[in-house]
Nanobody, 124 residues
Framework: QVQLVESGGGLVQTGGSLRLSCAAS????????MGWFRQAPGKEREFVAA????????YFSGSVKGRFTITRDNAKNTVYLQMNSMKPEDTAVYYC?????????????????WGQGTQVTVSS
C-alpha cells in the first residue's frame, strides 16, 4: 500500500519561505510523476506544481510560478516544494500526490494516491 507523508508546514510571515517534504513508501517512487495541490478554506483543491519521474520536467500554476520550486530525490523517495516570497493567499492545506505515470499533469483526476496534507499559514 502506497503511503505519502507530508511535513514542513507551519506559520510564516509574508515574504518568507518554507520547504515542504513528501516521503513515499510502499511503491517504486522513481517511476511516478508527483504533484503538489492545495486547498484553502471554502475553496476547491487546486494544482500547485508537478514534476516528472526523472525530475527534468516541472510544471507550475500561474499563481506560484517564479516563487515555488519542485524537486525530487528518488534515492530518498522524497519530493520537495520550496516556497519563496510567500503571500497570504498561499495559506492552505498542501497535499502531495502521485500518479502511476511518468509525465506531469495539473489534473486532480490523474493522480492515484494522496497524502493527508500539511497546513501552511502565511500571516500579513
Amino acid at each position: 500500500q502506497v503511503q505519502l507523508v507530508e511535513s514542513g508546514g507551519g506559520l510564516v510571515q509574508t515574504g518568507g519561505s518554507l520547504r515542504l517534504s513528501c516521503a513515499a513508501s510502499g511503491r517504486t517512487f522513481s517511476n511516478d510523476a508527483m504533484g503538489w495541490f492545495r486547498q484553502a478554506p471554502g475553496k476547491e483543491r487546486e494544482f500547485v506544481a508537478a514534476i516528472n519521474w526523472s525530475g527534468r520536467t516541472t510544471y507550475f500554476s500561474g499563481s506560484v510560478k517564479g516563487r515555488f520550486t519542485i524537486t525530487r530525490d528518488n534515492a530518498k523517495n522524497t519530493v520537495y516544494l520550496q516556497m519563496n516570497s510567500m503571500k497570504p493567499e498561499d495559506t492552505a492545506v498542501y497535499y502531495c500526490a502521485g500518479r502511476t505515470d511518468t509525465g506531469v499533469s495539473d489534473l486532480r483526476r490523474d493522480y492515484d494516491y494522496w497524502g493527508q496534507g500539511t497546513q501552511v499559514t502565511v500571516s500579513s
